[in-house]
């Protein structure tokens, strides 16, 4: 039987909850939960902190850039953020 998104991790039930919500698969990029390929040009964005595995990062994706606008102790801080980002 699969996992519930819950039980797969907080990145998991946040793309879960996304897609329930309506949202477009372009305006978001979730690390290893949510990856549209091919990349699109600008969207939303949570992943691990580049040179620090022990925290995230949610940030802008815009005209092959990453714009980080905050950095997070905790995956499910990142999530939150990401999904306040998203749905207000």
């Given at each position: 039987?699969?996992?519930?998104?819950?039980?797969?991790?907080?990145?998991?039930?946040?793309?879960?909850?996304?897609?329930?919500?309506?949202?477009?698969a372009?305006?978001?990029?979730?690390?290893?939960?949510?990856?549209?390929?091919?990349?699109?040009?600008?969207?939303?964005?949570?992943?691990?902190?580049?040179?620090?595995?022990?925290?995230?990062?949610?940030?802008?994706?815009?005209?092959?850039?990453w714009?980080?606008?905050?950095?997070?102790?905790?995956?499910?801080?990142?999530?939150a953020?990401?999904?306040?980002?998203?749905?207000?």
């Open positions: 039987m699969p996992l519930s998104a819950e039980a797969a991790g907080p990145r998991a039930a946040l793309a879960a909850a996304l897609r329930a919500a309506g949202l477009p372009s305006v978001y990029w979730i690390e290893e939960a949510h990856q549209p390929a091919p990349l699109p040009g600008d969207f939303l964005y949570l992943r691990r902190a580049p040179g620090e595995p022990t925290r995230w990062e949610t940030g802008g994706y815009e005209r092959g850039r714009t980080p606008y905050a950095r997070h102790a905790e995956e499910s801080e990142a999530c953020h990401l999904r306040h980002l998203l749905l207000g």
